[in-house]
């Protein structure tokens, strides 16, 4: 059976404090939850009036805090919302742009997480290689890329639901390699937790944002 990977809506998740009890709440602009910022999209404005993604969360000024999430960035991506929330004249990106740019630093993270479970030794490619740590049962995600072979890739889907392992399929076999450090792969297995949790985080937020241009393939949930 095929699930959704997606955690909880951030305006639904508790908002977390520091020693101090304070907490980071901040207001999305697309559909007024609040959670803590650092799980928001962040836009600032240029001097010259620019909407820019902050692609760090450290750009210097105000900000405007919007869900990675298609239909909130439907709702926030307007000249009124956003003059009124950076308190400037503003000159807003279209919507397809601003996905665009999203998908880019979404898709950056999440190379950038497997390239560290590669250099941590958590990362296994290569068919025969990826075959026998799920005989080993040592695969705990895994991601296709979108251009393998067909037969090839439901082999692989057929070991992920047998072994109640979650997918996605995203980047091309040459990405997928680029990030690793090797030639093309077809695809990859993680085998060590310490990078799921960032990786459900990225993937669930790529899956929200191309609700309406195309989602990535998933399987399973996270328990």
Not at 3 to 23: A, D, F, L, V, Y
Not at 129 to 139: G, M, N, P, S, W
Not at 179 to 206: D, H, I, N, Q, Y
Request: charged fraction near 20%.
């Amino acid at each position: 059976m095929h699930q959704n990977i997606s955690s909880p809506r951030p305006e639904m998740r508790r908002q977390g404090g520091g020693p101090s009890g304070h907490t980071f709440g901040r207001t999305c602009l697309g559909c007024g939850g609040k959670c803590d910022g650092r799980e928001l999209l962040r836009f600032v404005c240029s001097p010259q009036g620019e909407v820019l993604l902050d692609h760090t969360g450290r750009i210097p000024g105000r900000g405007a805090y919007v869900c990675c999430d298609a239909s909130c960035l439907h709702r926030a991506m307007k000249v009124k919302v956003l003059a009124h929330a950076l308190r400037y004249a503003v000159v807003v990106p279209t919507f397809e742009i601003v996905c665009r740019e999203v998908r880019k630093m979404l898709c950056k993270r999440l190379g950038f997480y497997l390239g560290m479970s590669q250099k941590a030794g958590e990362i296994v490619s290569g068919y025969a290689l990826i075959e026998k740590a799920f005989l080993q049962a040592r695969v705990l995600y895994v991601v296709l890329a979108e251009d393998v072979a067909m037969r090839r890739a439901e082999e692989y889907r057929a070991w992920c639901i047998h072994y109640t392992v979650p997918y996605v399929t995203l980047f091309t076999k040459d990405e997928l390699g680029r990030m690793l450090g090797k030639p093309s792969r077809s695809a990859v297995g993680l085998t060590a937790s310490c990078f799921l949790e960032p990786l459900r985080t990225t993937l669930t937020s790529l899956e929200r944002l191309q609700t309406t241009h195309g989602a990535p393939e998933t399987q399973a949930s996270f328990s």
